[in-house]
């Protein structure tokens, strides 16, 4: 059951649910194991090192509904001239309601130019998705996006 | 630049103030004029740029009844704003006499009675009378945009996959457009067309899903008056949601607001004096993206079907509002100096299809077009007693009838029909024919499913478009009414959070209230999976209406909306 729910996201889940197959719903529910806001918390100090982020600098672009929560496409992007103390060292991806709330880790150098990437997740459910970026001079930036996954079929 | 004070100057130099968001005090005069066409048309040209709008026609070619809202609920910041006001609340808001010729374009009010008085509205025939005499008055300083929706809604252009408005369209030669429903025709038929538009066709919201990258043209220029012109297409961001995703697997859209931002500063850059947004997104969407994105001079809205007499304004934007189904054409005159929007005229025209006269061209083209179809469309089903309509946040009569046929043809417990915005509306004592069927249901998806859900999968539904509907940021918000229910009734707080604004859910014909782990029989339409089974929509109810010839149907009160 564990093995069909991570294949399909709630929206997939509920649509077909709304056409044929059921048993997927009930696995839906059954999952316990969603990380909670506290997990999601408590990893971003591990990355900072304890320092509460601030606003500003960094960008997180990602749909404000996912087409297919299965590949959510997001981008992050740091305001830096990749020198000397203006300088991004990493940039953490982080998913509250998933079973793991770690996404992806991008680490620059001065040689990557620019502080931007983009990837594609997967989200089971409506959640925050936040981005923490951690600065040479040791200042920490976060970005944060609700991303809504729904059942969709009754717009027009 | 000149500041917000000025610019309300320099519109209040045209009309009057009327309050917070209403830009101009709409004329009462021209709510009371007698109606001509002169009366309807004359216009005192004003500034060097016209732009002339249409949207949401849905594939309506000749002229129809269409019944806006009675109910048209906004939630949040923009509760009691237009276009949520309906009814007589709307008529005191723009100061328009009950019964009057505009009391009927843009009301529910005393529709069936207004309707017989003044008439269908509507018609691309008309639609083309008023194009040509703009366009003669105007010369190259016009600009024809068409806000989407224009493909999909009848029987012959889903016959013709959308050809017979391609032709209609071309013939009218609008300048650009953008899109929503026409994308249900898939990738192909879809590219197809626009690989033979003599128009351009805009979405730079519109990304190739594999690569994330634009995937169509997010801009065009034009050069009108002396005025460079910059049109950016908006397609409806959440065509892969609300329609069915696998019929255009490689698109992808979004509102990507960081795009709309990026493509006016290069619109501005390449030398742009006005920025003009055709957009699909909704009026509320476009309302907030006006108010975060700055440099956008008029933002053409489309989507969710309102027709506003007069501009809303949101900093320096102006919203246009043109309502659907081919019953109004805005024209919006604007004098642009130095890079800057100085000021407007504008008139949202309704289209009294016994009082514009018809442009001849268009007549012919559009009984060519739909000739091979005529005999089919005429054919009537049954009689109706009562008015069919479909618009509203809750249900409409065309939806009852719809969830009434679910239930009997496919032996169901319990009907769900897409809140969909568009479709025509039938007078009482009308005969229904197949034609005003398919304005009500002709689209690319329309198998009638029979199935199981749990009461909690039902409510799971509900509350998931309820929160596409009533959703606080309007960037959340996907248009649609809310899911029509036949066999079930429930209550709604449409300003209730995600998971709590649906109780109450009772199965109507036991009374009983719906229990969340059991099974109920479900019969609905128009699902946005792939090899959805069951007959078309429109058989389901042309049985249903075999049977019961002469249709009559209640007041709905299965949906009580919680204060």
Sequence with gaps: ?156 | MFSRREFLMATAALSAIAGPGLVGRWSQAAAQQSLTEDGLLDFDAFGNVTLVHITDIHAQLMPVYFREPSVNLGVGEVAGLPPHVTGADLLKLYNIEPGSPHAYALTSEDFSALAKTYGKMGGIDRIATIVKRIRAERGDNMLLLDGGDTWQGSYTSLQTKGQDMVEAFNALAPDAMTGHWEFTYGAERVQEIIDGLPFAFLGGNIYDAEWNEPAFEAYKMFDKGGVKVAVLGQAFPYTPIANPRWMFPNWSFGIREEDVVKNVEAARADGAELIVLLSHNGFDVDRALASRVSGIDVILTGHTHDALPEPVLVGKTLLIASGSHGKFVTRLDLEVQGGEMKGFRHRLIPVFSDVIAPDADMTALVADLRAPYEAELKRELATTESLLYRRGNFNGTFDDLICQALIDVREADIALSPGFRWGTSVLPGQKITVEDLHNACAMTYPAAYRSTMTGSTLKDILEDVADNLFNKDPYYQQGGDMVRVGGMGYTIDPNGSMGGRISGMTLLKSGEAIEPSKEYVVAGWASINEATEGPPIWEVVEDYLAKNPVVTLEENRSVTVAA
């Design chain 1, 1 to 156: 059951m564990q093995k069909i729910t991570m294949k399909l996201n709630r929206r997939q889940a509920l649509t077909l649910s709304a056409g044929a197959a059921f048993a997927v719903v009930a696995g839906i529910r059954t999952v316990p194991a969603y990380a909670s806001a506290e997990d999601t918390e408590k990893r971003i100090m591990e990355f900072t090192g304890g320092k509460t982020p601030e606003s500003g600098k960094l960008t997180l672009t990602a749909p404000e509904i996912a087409e297919n929560g299965n590949t959510v496409p997001i981008s992050v992007n740091v305001e830096s001239a990749m020198t000397g103390d203006d300088m991004v060292e990493s940039v953490i991806i982080l998913a509250e309601g998933n079973p793991n709330p770690e996404v992806a880790t991008f680490n620059f150098t001065a040689m990557s130019g620019s502080a931007a990437a983009t990837t594609r997740m997967r989200l089971a459910k409506t959640q925050n998705v936040i981005a923490v970026a951690k600065m040479a001079d040791g200042s920490v930036f976060m970005d944060k996006k609700e991303v809504k996954v729904t059942i969709g079929g009754c717009g027009g």
